[in-house]
């Protein structure tokens, strides 16, 4: 793995350790690679795959995106997944991202969309002989990552052939005002005014342009196939009901026949989008 190797099997351990059960050092591999995000910053991610794919086996891989969540970064969320594209047989890329002003906490920035946009052309620069199945581009987040990929399906939805969202907040000036029952919340808000510019009342159209309940007519209607995960005990995003479960109320309101599940739970935050958890039944529903 030419540069990057030492921080490569990093990741290649990490993942060992996250998986229901012990993984070999070649059930995955990973590529640390840069990018210039959307305002021509450096920032750094990783593509991860199968252990034995390589120059001469490389048949072709279905592709996940999977931004991170709030506050976390592209190393800590592919740790998340485990030896799943080693198991599984896919690739998966997971950027640190850039908001308008922040780095770990983009919150949907538009920007943000486009240089989501363009991972798979990144993940083809990074490992040349990988072929990819364009038609299987999928897009996997919890948190934060689940507000994106909510965001990438209404303005994207030709790129993806399914999106599994988990604990994800819709509606990012509710999230303003529930900040304030967290313990950090005075600072959360402070971040969410600089990222965004302002507080929801003095921006609400920077607000809404982040929030996938502003575009749950796009979602709706996009024909993509639709995963939406939510718990009743999550402490952080903790009036799920009039966020993930409100968004999957909207849509069966206006398309019945949208390709939408709904799974509500007693989990907390983020704890079932992993790979011993419910990360394999999510790829599993979308045929990964």
């Known amino acids: 793995m030419r540069k990057g190797s030492a921080l490569a099997a990093l990741v290649t351990a990490v993942v060992a350790t996250t998986s229901a059960a ?4 070649l059930v995955v591999r990973a590529w640390l690679f840069r990018y210039r995000a959307h305002d021509g910053v450096e920032r750094r991610g990783y593509v991860v795959l199968p252990g034995w794919y390589g120059p001469r086996d490389h048949p072709a891989l279905p592709l996940v995106i999977s931004p991170h969540g709030r506050g976390l970064d592209a190393l800590q969320n592919t740790a998340i997944w ?8 896919f690739a998966l890329v997971s950027a640190d991202g850039q908001g308008r002003r922040l780095e770990l906490y983009s919150w949907g920035d538009p920007g943000q969309m486009r240089d989501l946009v363009r991972m798979p052309k990144i993940v083809r620069r990074v490992v040349p002989w990988l072929r990819m199945e364009r038609r299987r581009i999928y897009a996997f987040g919890g948190s934060m990552g689940g507000q994106e990929v909510l965001l ?3 303005r994207h939805p030709r790129l993806l052939a399914g999106v599994a969202a988990f604990d994800a907040p819709t509606s990012l000036a509710r999230r303003y005002r529930a900040f304030r029952r967290l313990k950090s919340g005075e600072r959360l808000q402070d971040l969410l005014r600089e990222e965004v510019g302002g507080t929801p009342r003095a921006d609400p159209r920077g607000y809404a342009a982040r929030s996938p309940l502003d575009l749950v007519r796009r979602i709706a209607f996009s024909g993509v ?3 939406i995960w939510w718990s009743r005990r999550d402490r952080i995003v903790s009036d799920g009901s009039r966020e993930s479960g409100l968004l999957y109320r909207e849509i069966e309101k206006l398309n019945p026949r949208a390709p939408v599940i709904e799974f509500v739970g007693r989990w907390r935050h983020q704890a079932e989008m992993r790979a011993s958890r419910q990360l394999p039944r999510g790829l599993r529903l979308l045929g990964l």
């Not at 012990?22 to 050092?25: D, M, Q, R, V």
């Open 22 to 25: 012990p993984a070999s050092p």
């Open 152 to 154: 990438l399906l209404a």
């Open 225 to 227: 196939p639709l995963q």
């Open 82 to 89: 485990g030896d799943l594209p080693g198991v599984r047989r």
